[in-house]
């Protein structure tokens, strides 16, 4: 960063807060020292703070040793095994169980951890029509009671939708269910219930119910996968940002991970499939929070700068002599 040896103290942090803002634009991480962590909560977003928050924590070792843990990762894939099984025999709930652990497998960059026969048995059955549709027979029944105002079914219709986006397998279906789809996906009453929920575990979660507050997230996880926060109204919107800016929330779901991620190494498949699903659903929050985060700094850093420059005083004209 050039310097200037006689500039004064506001010139100065003018200027570093123009080339904060121009390296901001060039890079997803702006090239300048970090500040104090008392100066971090004053020039940053809570949203930027508190994706830091959850960086600190699914990046962690332990986090790190949990996740990449080739026992879990099996264990966990054997759950999606007897869902798939299951879910082909023709029970929807199955079907839709083993979407929902195969995407979160993806999502957490852990297939690298099976065998490959393992890899391609998993691959197998995302390709099977007859798993698909069944899974979403389940989307459609969730969907049907959701509308008629059942918060839970309403957020598990999210769940198992986001589940089809994210194993890019919608092409299994036939062109009227893809139509289908879409248009449940947008329609407001099915999304608002599907929000209720959320607001009910993400309460309960706040005050200290590690499942309850795992269930938010992964709830408000399906919202931001499926793109259909604008169907909400601008305050539920803002109080869905109230909730995932509260650090209290995330620590405990994170809780909830770590003690089913432990759960799940000893053999248990279920705890280990939702140590996956919250993990994946940590994950999403944050770079949601991360891009809403860096908006908000980029303008406000903009907006700095422009004040400071205002208070620089113009350069006399040069005399000729």
């Given at each position: 960063m050039r310097q200037t040896p006689d500039i004064n103290p506001n010139i100065r942090k003018a200027q570093q807060d123009v080339d904060r803002f121009e390296a901001s634009k060039k890079s997803l991480v702006p090239e300048f020292e970090l500040p104090k962590d008392e100066e971090r909560e004053k020039r940053y977003s809570e949203e930027t703070l508190i994706a830091d928050f959850i960086t600190e924590r699914i990046e962690s070792k332990e986090a790190r040793e949990l996740i990449n843990d080739p026992i879990l990762i099996k264990t966990a894939y054997q759950d999606f095994l007897s869902d798939a099984k299951k879910g082909k025999e023709g029970n929807t709930r199955n079907a839709a169980w083993a979407l929902l652990t195969s995407s979160a497998l993806l999502a957490t960059n852990t297939l690298r951890l099976l065998a490959p026969e393992e890899e391609k048995e998993l691959q197998t059955h995302l390709n099977d029509p007859i798993l698909i549709k069944t899974a979403y027979k389940d989307f459609l029944s969730n969907v049907k009671r959701g509308k008629e105002g059942n918060t839970g079914y309403a957020a598990w219709a999210l769940h198992t939708s986001s589940a089809l986006l994210a194993t890019n397998i919608l092409r299994l279906l036939?062109?009227?269910?893809?139509?289908?789809?879409?248009?449940?996906?947008?329609?407001?009453?099915?999304?608002?219930?599907?929000?209720k929920d959320f607001l009910s575990y993400a309460m309960q979660g706040k005050e200290g119910d590690t499942t309850y507050a795992a269930r938010a997230l992964q709830t408000s996880s399906a919202l931001l996968a499926t793109n259909t926060l604008h169907l909400l109204a601008p305050e539920e919107e803002k109080e869905f940002q109230r909730y995932l800016n509260d650090p209290i929330l995330i620590k405990t779901a994170y809780q909830d991970f770590l003690s089913d991620a432990k759960q799940g190494k000893e053999g248990n498949t279920t705890n280990a499939a939702w140590a996956l699903l919250t993990s994946s659903a940590l994950?999403?929050?944050?770079?949601?929070?991360?891009?809403?985060?860096?908006?908000?700094?980029?303008?406000?850093?903009?907006?700095?700068?422009?004040?400071?420059?205002?208070?620089?005083?113009?350069?006399?004209e040069t005399r000729a002599f």
């Open positions: 036939a062109p009227e269910e893809e139509k289908e789809f879409q248009a449940y996906l947008n329609d407001p009453i099915l999304i608002k219930t599907a929000y994950t999403t929050v944050r770079n949601y929070l991360r891009e809403k985060g860096k908006k908000i700094d980029d303008t406000n850093a903009a907006n700095e700068a422009l004040k400071f420059k205002k208070t620089i005083p113009p350069r006399p």
